[in-house]
């Protein structure tokens, strides 16, 4: 059975910085395709930061290039996210997503390419 599982959400001032983890389970994050999504409220769900599967090629949504970086631990069959530099409007609700059955090495932002999801960590960044 696959599961994600999220943490390391939280509130901090903008310019801060935290990193986010994801531990799966049900199957090996070094074949899977790997994602992060968020959703603000009122906005639509979007990719920020995706990873291929096996070679680890990355690929960034244009607002947190530069300040998010998006890494596994194959070991540890978790998904990390690093996020610097943090900005207010980065505030949303963060989740991780997986397709265990992935067979393409292009990283992918789009959400629907994903089948499994976490329950999403919550990051506040005020002014």
């Known amino acids: 059975q696959v599961q994600l599982v999220e943490s390391g959400g939280g509130s901090v001032q903008a310019g801060g910085s935290l990193r986010l983890a994801c531990a799966a389970s049900g199957f090996d994050t070094s074949s899977a395709c790997m994602v992060w999504l968020r959703q603000a409220p009122g906005k639509e769900r979007e990719g920020v930061a995706a990873l291929s599967r096996v070679i680890d090629l990355t690929k960034y949504a244009d607002s947190v290039k530069g300040r998010f970086t998006i890494s596994r631990d194959n070991a540890k069959n978790t998904l990390y996210l690093q996020m610097n530099s943090l900005k207010p409007e980065d505030t949303a609700m963060y989740y991780c997503?997986?397709?265990?059955?992935?067979?393409?090495?292009?990283?992918?932002?789009?959400?629907?390419?994903?089948?499994?999801w976490g329950q999403g960590t919550q990051v506040t960044v005020s002014a």
């Open positions: 997503a997986a397709d265990p059955h992935c067979v393409y090495y292009t990283p992918r932002l789009t959400p629907a390419d994903y089948h499994y």
